[in-house]
């Protein structure tokens, strides 16, 4: 069956950096979209950075363009999270979500990806 485990989250300063991964298995990785989203509490789950499996072409939301960054190793079945400049805003659990590509999607809404990791928690503080 398909996995993806997160790690690398944790508890950072305002202005730091952390790097997330995710590990998928079960799938064919080079196929897949892969996402990360955010959900910070009381709040709805949140489009954070997509790529593309096939020419590896990214996608991010506005409140983190220039500050993260997402990037994949196909050889390793892993994608990351490059977070630079973390503000406290930034908080909340993150997860990654795969799905395999297919035209017409935009791969920002949660219900356009069939599979989940577990998330890994992202404290930023003040």
């Known amino acids: 069956q398909v996995q993806l485990v997160e790690s690398g989250g944790g508890l950072v300063q305002a202005g730091g950096s952390l790097r997330l991964s995710c590990a998928a298995s079960g799938l064919t990785f080079r196929r897949n979209v892969m996402g990360w989203f955010r959900q910070a509490p009381g709040k709805e789950r949140e489009f954070v950075a997509n790529i593309r499996g096939i020419g590896g072409s990214t996608y991010y939301a506005d409140s983190v363009k220039g500050r993260f960054t997402i990037s994949r190793d196909n050889a390793k079945n892993t994608v990351y999270l490059q977070m630079n400049s973390l503000k406290p805003e930034d908080t909340a659990v993150y997860s990654c979500?795969?799905?395999?590509?297919?035209?017409?999607?935009?791969?920002?809404?949660?219900?356009?990806?069939?599979?989940w990791g577990q998330g890994t928690q992202v404290s930023v503080s003040s």
């Open positions: 979500a795969a799905d395999v590509f297919r035209y017409g999607n935009d791969y920002v809404s949660p219900y356009e990806f069939d599979y």
